[in-house]
DNA sequence: ATATACGATTAACAGCCTATTAACGCTCTA
DNA sequence: TAGAGCGTTAATAGGCTGTTAATCGTATAT
């Protein structure tokens, strides 16, 4: 995840140097790459020599406003997601930035979990940040494809159905690849307990997915002999 | 401008009277259709029943919540925009609905400009003003078309007329092609309830849908035993 | 008011699917 | 080497689903 959004662009016009620096960290850490100006001209022309797929404008600023940089924008490009930020809580701002075409107006002070959140939202409603969280159901095993939603695991052409259980115990041998998880955590987190025949119902499943999962010599579920598995997935 | 609108679905969940009034006139003043629910079992049964192109969500709500509401709705349709309304401007909040993937997020009180200025925005942004939205109710499925709106399965030439209840159903498992779709969210939307008889029914409607669309041996409704049901359609 | 038509629900039965249990043989470890 | 742990296959029971037919309820026409 972290390293599909090093690709994306963010222009941020912020003249209080504190918080713009925070902000820009905050950013980084998610692996977005942030071009930082403190104001309207240095944006303006940022924006003409670079593309951004997010534009993120403090209103007040020296030189040009937060708007009048926006209009700009918008003339070079129609499409591109902007968000403004205001100290103000003014109804009169914000229906300016609306009418501008602001896709979004977040009031100082904010908190980062917030901020993150609006941002994330606004490049997956732009397609710019792959739809939901559906990443996390998707899993690569070898040659595989397993889609834990769908409950089912893909091999070329070939779409071998699931059943619940099926998936379950499979997505949690997934979350752990290449480590041992334990035959207890498997059991009280797909069959919710622990005890004699539910063990060996799992070893029957575990079979199962042997099963499944032999066209490809390089996946492996290994017995870890008296404490659980570990499935073994080539990078 | 107005007349294009006329086209325009909104789902407005709502108990306070007096507001809901208001918003609903103002909304209906600029050309859009309003669905007015008082709560929120309402509400996901209406979404069930009709095609929306927005939903606007309080989030204290007898008998469930806006969260609730919206989770559901995103079950049934992953890409419909939805705004929440608030009367706090709790942080917390907030952060739930950005979370499940609110598109914008309002707090009272709000002026009637801004909220339509939101709306508008949010309804050019997922492109449901340019292309008036009149696809959302034909669906194509294999070789036949499915006219939702009209309550007709179409074949070449012939025209095989549905009941509302056929045509309901139909519509969810299109909206859910190729993908699994519990028999809980199907008999939410389209019964409002869940219980073994109205299972059994289902079951009866599904048996009856897989004979219309017996002729395209390419479109297939799989159960997904004890989970739901997938519609198959090739692209 | 009565008859009719239609759609939806309920009933009934058959068939299917799945998780579990049993059984047997093998492997690992103490 | 004994005993516990695991691999695998097969059989079973119980729940879930497919389908048809009968029944119920409601709207419509006579």
Same mark, same amino acid.
């Given at each position: 995840?972290?390293?599909?959004?090093?690709?994306?662009?963010i222009l941020?016009?912020?003249?209080d140097?504190?918080?713009?620096?925070?902000?820009?960290?905050?950013?980084?850490?998610?692996?977005?790459?942030?071009?930082?100006?403190m104001?309207?001209?240095?944006?303006?022309?940022?924006?003409?020599t670079d593309?951004?797929?997010?534009?993120?404008?403090?209103?007040?600023?020296?030189?040009?406003?937060?708007?009048e940089?926006a209009?700009?924008?918008?003339?070079v490009?129609?499409?591109?997601?902007?968000?403004f930020?205001?100290?103000?809580?003014?109804?009169?701002?914000?229906?300016?930035?609306?009418?501008?075409?602001?896709? $979004?107006? #977040?009031?100082?002070?904010?908190?980062? *979990?917030?901020f !993150? @959140?609006?941002?994330e939202? +606004?490049? &997956?409603?732009?397609?710019?940040?792959?739809?939901?969280?559906?990443?996390?159901d998707?899993?690569?095993?070898?040659?595989?494809?397993?889609?834990y939603?769908?409950?089912?695991?893909?091999?070329? $052409?070939? #779409?071998?159905?699931?059943?619940?259980? *099926?998936?379950? !115990? @499979?997505r949690l041998l997934c +979350?752990? &690849?290449n480590?041992?998880?334990t035959?207890?955590v498997?059991?009280?987190?797909?069959?919710?307990?622990?005890?004699?025949?539910?063990?060996?119902?799992?070893?029957?499943?575990?079979?199962?997915?042997?099963?499944?999962?032999?066209?490809?010599?390089n996946?492996?579920?290994?017995v870890?002999?008296?404490?659980?598995? &570990?499935?073994?997935?080539?990078?």
């Open positions: 995840m972290t390293e599909e959004k090093k690709n994306i662009n941020y016009v912020e003249d140097m504190n918080l713009g620096f925070v902000v820009k960290e905050v950013l980084e850490e998610k692996g977005y790459t942030v071009k930082h100006c104001d309207g001209d240095d944006a303006i022309q940022k924006f003409g593309s951004f797929q997010l534009c993120i404008l403090d209103i007040m600023l020296p030189n040009k406003d937060g708007f940089v209009e700009f924008i918008r003339k490009d129609a499409s591109v997601p902007i968000i930020l205001s100290a103000k809580s003014l109804s009169d701002d914000k229906i300016k930035g609306l009418k501008i075409g602001a896709d $979004d107006y #977040i009031t100082k002070p904010f908190s980062t *979990e917030e !993150l @959140l609006r941002v939202n +606004l490049l &997956k409603r732009t397609g710019t940040l792959d739809n939901d969280g559906a990443d996390k998707v899993f690569p095993i070898g040659k595989y494809t397993f889609n939603k769908e409950y089912c695991l893909i091999l070329g $052409d070939d #779409i071998k159905r699931l059943t619940e259980r *099926e998936a379950n !115990l @499979l +979350l752990h &690849k480590q041992i998880i035959r207890e498997l059991l009280k987190s797909v069959w919710g307990k622990d005890d004699y025949f539910t063990g060996r119902s799992m070893d029957v499943f575990i079979s199962k997915l042997r099963k499944y999962l032999s066209l490809d010599e996946v492996k579920i290994q870890v002999h008296g404490i659980g598995f &570990k499935m073994i997935i080539p990078n």
